[in-house]
């Protein structure tokens, strides 16, 4: 309660059962499809394949970067959007998702406003906290809320404050299979036995969102079995997400057990606060982990915008045809050549460096990918014309 209070955990019966299913079924199919992969991370100057297999599902055009690599979004079903998936079993597996992705978020302002009770007055005046709690609770019970609707509970910075803090754009899925791991590092701090992923923050989020992980181990009577034994410390069989305080072994740490359908939310800034890990148990496990991910350089949107703005200093001759530069002042080729590098090699190389993997779910990123690579053509006439 005093060190770990921002820490949410709920046990898989609050789920709805139906939501349970659709979810499962969309682990499956999408390990079934081969659509889990191991990703190459730059730590401390050096490259390491991550034990864990993932992909990246959400808003279309978005991205996450985490450990020097960018993963690009496989789109979840999404109004406006005609997204074409190889096969209808993976629509359904994004759609699942997504479904899930809306009862997590639900479930995060929630949780921001039963933890806004406990806030005192020094961090918060009283007639805010009632107006987060109003629009808390408009969500809850209309599922979603548009900003027209909500002006009447809350002022727009509140709004926009709860909004962004809650409204995840993506869910990073995780699987992986101790017993195929050769070597699994221990935990070496407070001797909570194997790490499937070791103590870290999540990167590359909007401050002091929520992060809302769902848990699916693949628990069988072997597992059950286990769970009777009354063994001192925690049970190596079960998967855990363990905790402590950043920068700091003195405090306990903590070990949460993790069963099938289970999940927990990391509210405010906890993520920034401490550190979490991931205790491998002995059966396969899935994880679907929803972020705010801080997409302001992260998305289509954005780089196609930085391209035009480039571009602007290009011009075609009407009678020859022939391209020239409107100036040659130093910080306009400066700022041509930043985002010149910035479409080679955070999004060309980013992307094309992990292969066609994508493919096995959706051909979407193509006709963007195409389109990025048209603009970094023009860039390249532009130094060329320059030198």
Known sequence: KTKYSKLIFRKSDTVPEELHQMVQKGFLTLRKHNCFFQDLVRIKGKDFVTPVSRILIGNPGCTYKYLNTRLFTVPWPTEGYDTKYCSPQIHDACKALIRLNDYLHIEAVKALQGQNLFETKETKDTSVLDREQNFATSLTEEGSVSKDQSSCCVPEDD?????????????????????????????????????????????????????????????????????????????????????????????????????????????????????????????????????????SRGTLEYIFGQCELALQNLQTDSDSMALSLKSLEPAVVKQVEEIHNEVEFEWLRQFWFQGKRYLKCTDWWLKPMAKLEEFWRKMEIMVSTIV
């Not at 069989?237 to 070990?255: N, R, Y």
């Open 159 to 295: 709004y926009i404050s709860l909004k962004n803090r809650t409204s995840y754009n993506l869910t990073l899925l995780n699987y992986m299979d101790p017993l195929q791991m050769l070597y699994l590092k221990q935990e070496p701090y407070f001797g909570m036995g194997n790490m499937a992923v070791s103590w870290h923050h999540d990167e590359n989020l909007v401050e002091r969102s929520t992060v809302a992980v769902y848990s699916y181990s693949c628990e069988g009577s072997a597992m059950e079995d286990s769970n009777e034994q009354k063994l001192k410390g925690r049970d190596p069989a079960v998967w855990h997400v363990g905790l402590k305080v950043a920068w700091d072994i003195e405090t306990p740490g903590l070990a949460i057990p993790l069963h099938q359908g289970d999940f927990y939310l990391m509210l405010d800034d906890l993520n920034m606060t401490h550190q979490h890990c991931v205790l491998a148990g002995f059966s396969p496990r899935f994880s679907s982990t929803h972020r705010v991910a801080d997409c």
